[in-house]
């Protein structure tokens, strides 16, 4: 801790308030679409516009005040608390995810079939149904999409683990650039990050094509296709988040921003990617492998 | 996103702008502010209002209970209130009310000029108003509001549930995010904005209570993010999370929801205690009993907190062994609870008592607290709480830890510090009175429930056996006095704002410890631009001899 003889308290600002309006039309226009409410994709699109010119705005702002030197080594280590803390929510609300996805393996699927002291609810409720794990033919087949397959792990899941983890590479290459000084070779190490970041991306939505399309395995597949497309879908939007801000920071780069030491924004956005890094691989082991 | 300049030099030329001067004139001052006092007002304020809000559906409720039979309201109206109620108590009131005042006292009590990320607080804030404003309009939608009580089990809050569900849903993604928002702010606030001469074991039990809230807050919210994410999806996307012919489960949405839920309701408890810790020994005049011992009793109950939860579900089939576990479990959580409870009695033992009207609200808190203790280890019996889940008797244990608790104790912490934030005392005769009403009310509301639970009487029913007749007029009748005390309340805080005798003392009440009682009354717009020495803090420690 430094001294803190000065402390820095930053002025007013409209930001927030834009945000809370953003969100608020965002979320509304979203609920009123899902009820056929002829403003509410309108309105959607209007809130997510006020959000981004909010999160540009707002991060402008701050980057300026950095820049412009307003800021002190307590500020910092707030903005690192802040951030370090803001992961670890993020991990408990993956973590809400795979507890379902766990959940529906360990319990309510073999419950469903009978197991331990269920036998009646096996019997009484859907007789034919048997655990088996992907699920591929849930208890009431009829009432949704039964998929021919499910993805399998050694295809694009793999080779997705091997690109996200060569990113994780290529980040901290260019962050010991950063400390060394080699602007370069951080412009390189970002370039190749969110070149990879791209294509991981790239082919996870060829993986969504292949299940709509061929494997009919969708969000409405049973348990399976639920837990399948909210833990990767979240996982590619938090890929998605993470790349703009990847291309972000480089843009900071190339203009001179950043030195050995003050780098928290490229700091922050190196830890959000080496978070979204292990939670694809507790995605893989869970969701792909371990079937 | 940001970086910092290195020397810390660079940032004196800018003091002149930031730090001298106070808040801008005309209603901007309140949207645009970066200042913990005016953001932890605005908190406060708001969580008034929705008290109210929250208290007229309760009018409703006790309104339609007072005889058996439907007189006022349809039972789905019904649904809606005690749905509606629950929610806006606990995320509109009681939680905003005690961000609004970690707000105002975390920067005062720990020697920092402000909270650590004055904007995201802003953020946090104003988030509130638009949640409550979107969670309030599911009322006026077609089909109706939330009818699924504040628990939102699936499938009633999934299958069977109105259009204006999905509202409810986004409103709950946002208190969220204010919620996460404002925890991180604590954690780094006390992490980092800390005078360097205070140590952690230097910090007042408001400052540790809050802190180790505030990572419940991080770990149970984004649970519960995640809960209504599912919900959503399993009503328009087809989803089979909460489902059993898909493979899933309703009871899985029961364990998700009470995952975060059981910590909820300390995150509800624990600043309650640091609250009375601060109060009890200012009239004492005796030194925090069992300092350290209160910090790790906190610590012990926020780490078990997360492995109670299916006490909540003894009744949905789970197996044995797992009622035993969640039984000894929610049996253990309440040793350091007592531990706390012993503390408080401990510190008043054999002290110079006074009953200034804060240290009447503590007192009632530390007795009414514990009767809710009581009948929450009743509860946490299997055996017994197969006779009372569901009834009666667990909303009286509710109401006892929450409203004679939680509510009690941010009632208590705004009449101690109220003196120091505007330079005026409250008018002590009506504050007197106020609080008789109170207590007396609270509890010919409340008590006579344990009676009706025990005897079976469901809870969410609006109508009853002629057998429960009796108790629910009497229930009823504090309902209406109790609720009309907020009226008074209302009266008492803005007189005081308004006419309150003028206090100059900066120590308001005579043998206050901690730093907020340095500070000028009233207390400055800027907290503190310099640092407090190690002295001073040691000096200020409410409990030294104890731990020093
Ligand atoms: C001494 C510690 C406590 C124990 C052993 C305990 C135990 C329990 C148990 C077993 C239940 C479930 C009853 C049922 O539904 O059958 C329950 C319900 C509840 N408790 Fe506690 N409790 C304790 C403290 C608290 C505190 C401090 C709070 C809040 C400040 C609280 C708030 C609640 C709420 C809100 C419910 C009802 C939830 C609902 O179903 O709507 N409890 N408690
Ligand atoms: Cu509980």
């Known amino acids: 801790m430094q001294s803190k003889?000065?402390?820095?308290?930053?002025?007013?600002?409209?930001?927030?308030?834009?945000?809370?309006?953003?969100?608020?039309?965002?979320?509304?226009?979203?609920?009123?679409?899902?009820?056929?409410?002829?403003?509410?994709?309108?309105?959607?699109?209007?809130?997510?516009?006020?959000?981004?010119?909010?999160?540009?705005?707002?991060?402008?702002?701050?980057?300026?005040?950095?820049?412009?030197?307003?800021?002190?080594?307590?500020?910092?280590?707030?903005?690192?608390?802040?951030?370090?803390?803001?992961?670890?929510?993020?991990?408990?609300?993956?973590?809400?995810?795979?507890?379902?996805?766990?959940?529906?393996?360990?319990?309510?699927?073999?419950?469903?079939?009978?197991?331990?002291?269920?036998?009646?609810?096996?019997?009484?409720?859907?007789?034919?149904?048997?655990?088996?794990?992907?699920?591929?033919e849930m208890p009431k087949p009829e009432a949704f999409v039964v998929p021919k397959a499910v993805i399998h792990a050694w295809e694009i899941p793999a080779l997705n683990t091997m690109l996200l983890l060569a990113s994780g590479a290529t980040l901290t290459w260019a962050h010991w650039a950063l400390y060394n000084g080699k602007r370069d070779q951080i412009i390189y190490g970002l370039m190749a990050t969110i070149a990879l970041g791209v294509l991981f991306l790239g082919l996870q939505v060829a993986e969504y094509a292949e299940g709509y399309g061929h494997l009919d395995l969708k969000m409405t597949s049973g348990i399976y296709g639920s837990t399948f497309y909210m833990l990767t879908g979240f996982h590619g939007l938090h890929v998605t988040l993470g790349t703009i801000m990847l291309i972000c920071i480089l843009m900071r780069v190339i203009r001179g921003h950043f030195d050995a030491d003050n780098h928290f924004g490229f700091e922050a956005v190196a830890w959000y990617w080496h978070f979204v890094d292990v939670v694809w691989l507790g995605l893989f082991i869970y969701v792909y492998w371990f079937v | 996103m940001a970086t910092t300049t290195t020397d810390i030099d660079a940032d004196t030329h800018h003091d002149h702008e930031d730090h001298h001067h106070g808040p801008e004139p005309g209603l901007m001052r309140w949207v645009k502010t970066t200042n913990h006092k005016d953001i932890g007002y605005l908190y406060l304020w708001f969580a008034f209002g929705m008290l109210l809000i929250g208290g007229a559906m309760a009018m409703v409720i006790r309104a339609e209970l007072f005889m058996p039979g439907l007189q006022f309201v349809e039972p789905q109206f019904f649904n809606q209130m005690t749905t509606m109620h629950g929610l806006i108590m606990v995320f509109g009131a009681i939680m905003p009310a005690f961000v609004g005042l970690a707000n105002i006292q975390i920067p005062t009590m720990v020697g920092a000029p402000d909270m650590a990320l004055?904007?995201?607080?802003?953020?946090?804030?104003?988030?509130?108003?638009?949640?409550?404003?979107?969670?309030?309009?599911?009322?006026?939608?077609?089909?109706?509001?939330?009818?699924?009580?504040?628990?939102?089990?699936?499938?009633?809050?999934?299958?069977?549930?109105?259009?204006?569900?999905?509202?409810?849903?986004?409103?709950?993604?946002?208190?969220?995010?204010?919620?996460?928002?404002?925890?991180?702010?604590?954690?780094?606030?006390?992490?980092?904005?800390?005078?360097?001469?205070?140590?952690?074991?230097?910090?007042?039990?408001?400052?540790?209570?809050?802190?180790?809230?505030?990572?419940?807050?991080?770990?149970?919210?984004?649970?519960?993010?995640?809960?209504?994410?599912?919900?959503?999806?399993?009503?328009?996307?087809?989803?089979?999370?909460?489902?059993?012919?898909?493979?899933?489960?309703?009871?899985?949405?029961?364990?998700?929801?009470?995952?975060?839920?059981?910590?909820?309701?300390?995150?509800?408890?624990?600043?309650?205690?640091?609250?009375?810790?601060?109060?009890?020994?200012?009239?004492?005049?005796?030194?925090l009993f069992g300092y350290s011992s209160m910090v790790y009793a906190t610590g012990s109950i926020a780490i078990l907190s997360f492995v109670v939860w299916a006490h909540h579900m003894f009744l949905t089939g789970m197996p044995v062994a797992g009622q035993m576990y969640f039984m000894y479990a929610t049996i253990l959580i309440s040793v350091p609870t007592g531990v706390k409870v012993f503390n408080w009695v401990s510190t008043m033992w054999r002290g110079s008592m006074s009953f200034e009207i804060p240290m009447m609200w503590a007192v009632a808190f530390v007795i009414l607290f514990t009767i809710g203790g009581l009948s929450g280890l009743m509860l946490g019996i299997v055996p017994a709480d197969i006779q009372y889940h569901d009834t009666y008797f667990v909303v009286a244990h509710f109401h006892y830890v929450l409203v004679s608790g939680a509510l009690f104790s941010i009632i208590a912490g705004v009449y101690y510090w109220l003196p120091k934030w505007c330079g005026r005392m409250f008018n002590e005769k009506l504050a007197t009175i106020h609080f008789w009403w109170a207590v007396i009310s609270v509890n010919v509301l409340f008590f006579p429930m344990h009676f009706l639970g025990l005897a079976g009487m469901p809870r969410r029913i609006p109508d009853y056996g002629l057998q429960f007749a009796d108790f629910n007029l009497i229930a009823s009748l504090g309902g209406f006095a109790f609720g009309l005390s907020f009226l008074l309340l209302a009266y008492i805080v803005v007189d005081c704002i308004r006419n309150g005798k003028v206090v100059k003392e900066a120590r308001v009440w005579e043998s206050a410890k901690g730093l907020e009682w340095t500070l000028p009354t009233p207390a400055p717009y800027h907290t503190f631009n310099e640092e407090p020495s190690r002295e001073l803090i040691l000096k200020e420690s409410s409990h030294t001899g104890d731990n020093h």
């Open chain 1, 5 to 136: 003889d000065q402390y820095y308290v930053p002025e007013g600002s409209y930001w927030p308030i834009v945000g809370s309006v953003g969100m608020a039309a965002m979320l509304g226009g979203f609920a009123s679409s899902l009820h056929g409410g002829i403003m509410g994709t309108g309105i959607m699109i209007l809130g997510l516009v006020i959000i981004l010119f909010m999160v540009f705005g707002w991060m402008g702002q701050v980057v300026h005040e950095s820049e412009s030197g307003l800021y002190n080594k307590q500020v910092d280590k707030s903005f690192r608390i802040g951030m370090a803390w803001f992961i670890f929510s993020e991990v408990m609300f993956f973590a809400a995810f795979f507890g379902a996805l766990f959940y529906a393996r360990e319990f309510s699927v073999p419950w469903l079939a009978g197991e331990g002291n269920n036998m009646w609810t096996g019997k009484l409720l859907w007789p034919e149904f048997k655990a088996v794990w992907p699920l591929i």
């Open chain 2, 118 to 287: 004055p904007r995201m607080n802003n953020w946090s804030f104003w988030i509130l108003p638009f949640a409550g404003a979107m969670l309030l309009s599911t009322m006026f939608m077609e089909g109706g509001g939330p009818a699924f009580g504040w628990t939102f089990y699936a499938p009633l809050s999934t299958t069977f549930a109105p259009d204006s569900t999905d509202y409810f849903i986004f409103a709950i993604h946002m208190l969220g995010f204010s919620s996460i928002m404002g925890a991180i702010n604590i954690i780094a606030t006390v992490m980092n904005m800390r005078a360097s001469g205070m140590k952690l074991m230097d910090m007042p039990l408001f400052v540790w209570t809050w802190f180790i809230t505030a990572f419940l807050l991080i770990a149970a919210m984004p649970v519960l993010a995640g809960a209504v994410t599912m919900m959503l999806t399993d009503r328009n996307f087809g989803t089979s999370f909460f489902d059993a012919a898909g493979g899933g489960d309703p009871v899985m949405f029961q364990h998700i929801f009470w995952f975060f839920g059981h910590p909820e309701v300390y995150i509800m408890i624990l600043p309650a205690f640091g609250i009375v810790s601060q109060i009890i020994p200012t009239f004492a005049r005796k030194p």
